[in-house]
């Protein structure tokens, strides 16, 4: 066999992985933790169950891999907004309001469904807690790069913490439930609040 088969060989399976993991993460937006069966993601890639199994031997391991793509993908998003300046309220807010629609995309609807579903299943509970403990810390990694010369260090991880589950707490209210949407008005001033805690919690230098 030679080293020309061999790449194309790898880039079948790496097309296969990720034409069933994307086909997931559509399924969990669209048809939630209890309608995303093996059968469903495979009619969704175009890909038999045969071949989904030999890459991912259980329904939870194909939910667990998903999980650990879709958070590749939000940290690089997240990441990606390093460019932005933070130095003012203003700057601040919209980064807020790019970290919300993060947040609320339908990429981002597969950790939702899957923390729910968590709740009552024991084992996908420890599956998932590997990938979650890496996504909180390549979070803060980002958060670093983003704030770190602005934030007290030992104040980082907090102030993350609060803008997470700020942000988290809106995807799951009903208050604005179509991430197309422009916030509420009371959804705008909390951000802008939000915003204006953090700069003020600049060093005195910094301002």
């Known amino acids: ?61 194909l939910l667990v891999a998903t999980a650990e793509h879709v958070a590749g993908r939000q940290v690089e998003a997240f990441r990606a907004l390093g460019a932005a300046g933070v130095d003012t309220a203003d700057e601040v807010n919209a980064v807020l309001g790019h970290l919300r629609a993060l947040v609320l995309s339908p990429v981002n609807q597969t950790w939702r469904e899957l923390l729910v579903a968590a709740r009552a299943d024991d084992s996908l509970r420890a599956a998932l807690l590997p990938a979650r403990e ?57 951000l802008r609040l939000l915003a204006e805690m953090i700069v003020r919690h600049y060093p005195q230098e910094q301002q």
């Open 1 to 61: 066999m030679t080293s020309t088969q061999r790449r194309t060989q790898a880039q079948r399976r790496e097309g296969t992985i990720g034409a069933l993991l994307d086909a997931t993460v559509a399924s969990l937006a669209e048809r939630g933790y209890a309608g995303t069966s093996t059968a469903a993601v495979c009619a969704e890639a175009g890909v038999s169950q045969g071949a989904l199994f030999r890459h991912f031997p259980t329904r939870q391991a």
């Open 134 to 190: 890496s996504l909180q810390a390549q979070m803060l990694d980002a958060a670093a790069d983003l704030w770190g010369d602005r934030l007290p260090g030992e104040d980082l991880a907090a102030v993350l913490s609060i803008v997470v589950n700020m942000l988290d707490g809106l995807a799951f209210s009903a208050l604005d439930p179509d991430p197309a949407a422009p916030p509420g008005r009371t959804v705008e001033r909390a």
